[in-house]
């Protein structure tokens, strides 16, 4: 027996992202509008992305978001479209998406900051420090702004001290978080503050052991003290 289609939306309005995936693939579309199978694909992709399976998510995100999904939905299509390719490290494709963001009006936190990340990833510190600093400017207390702009700060030397600062605040608010740890404990290198680097560096790596660029923060730390 199909499922209906809001059976299918209740399962993914309570988070079960597997069962959901399954009821939506149960139901029938055979009569299905254009703008209902526009819908599908649209929470097609989006329990992709919560399971984390990029790919898929990807086609259904692409497909949906040239559909007439309204305004605040294809807002939440395109972000998660860029998380997608920052993700899977399509940095300029995630880019156009969060442009075209903001020249549809929306202009929050979230969307600076994936950008001051992306421009990052393409090597663009100068944009990426706009960025931030513009994310700061809506939201002077957010840690995910807080953290990469200090981090920036820090590595390419401009202002290491207010780095430093920047990157400590980004901890006080997120004390579990590996990355603002490692931003942080990278930081103190910068300053030649090693006692203290090795510590949060270590505190990183525990949290995620897997994660590169806490590992090649760490091999410098090692190499220079041997």
């Known amino acids: 027996m199909a499922t209906t289609f809001e059976e299918a939306?209740?399962?993914?309005?309570?988070?079960?992202?597997?069962?959901?995936?399954?009821?939506?693939?149960?139901?029938?579309?055979?009569?299905?509008t254009t703008e209902q199978k526009t819908e599908l694909a649209y929470y097609?992709?989006?329990?992709?992305?919560?399971?984390?399976?990029?790919?898929?998510?990807?086609?259904?995100?692409?497909q949906a978001v040239t559909g007439d999904l309204g305004a605040l939905r294809s807002c939440q299509c395109r972000l998660t479209l860029a998380y997608i390719y920052m993700m899977t490290r399509r940095?300029?494709?995630a880019e156009i998406?969060?442009?075209?963001?903001?020249?549809?009006?929306?202009?929050?936190?979230?969307?600076?900051?994936?950008?001051?990340?992306?421009?990052?990833?393409?090597?663009?510190?100068?944009?990426?420090v706009q960025m931030y600093?513009?994310?700061?400017?809506?939201?002077?207390?957010?840690?995910?702004?807080?953290?990469?702009?200090?981090?920036?700060?820090v590595e390419s030397g401009k202002d290491v001290s207010r780095g430093l600062d920047l990157c400590k605040r980004a901890v006080e608010?997120?004390?579990?978080?590996?990355?603002?740890?490692?931003s942080l404990g990278w930081a103190y290198y910068k300053t030649g503050e090693i006692?203290?680097?090795?510590?949060l560096l270590r505190r990183a790596l525990d949290l995620a052991p897997r994660q590169k660029d806490i590992s090649l923060h760490m091999k410098a730390l090692v190499d220079e003290a041997s």
């Open 9 to 32: 939306i209740r399962l993914y309005n309570t988070k079960r992202w597997n069962s959901a995936l399954q009821a939506f693939q149960d139901v029938d579309v055979s009569e299905f």
């Open 44 to 62: 097609f992709g989006l329990c992709y992305a919560k399971l984390e399976q990029y790919k898929e998510a990807a086609v259904y995100l692409e």
């Open 91 to 93: 940095a300029r494709m």
């Open 97 to 128: 998406e969060l442009e075209h963001l903001i020249k549809s009006g929306f202009k929050s936190v979230q969307i600076y900051t994936m950008l001051g990340y992306v421009s990052w990833m393409q090597k663009n510190d100068e944009r990426a």
């Open 133 to 153: 600093e513009t994310a700061l400017g809506i939201d002077p207390n957010n840690a995910t702004a807080m953290n990469g702009l200090g981090f920036l700060l």
């Open 173 to 182: 608010k997120r004390p579990q978080s590996a990355a603002y740890l490692d």
């Open 195 to 199: 006692g203290e680097a090795r510590r």
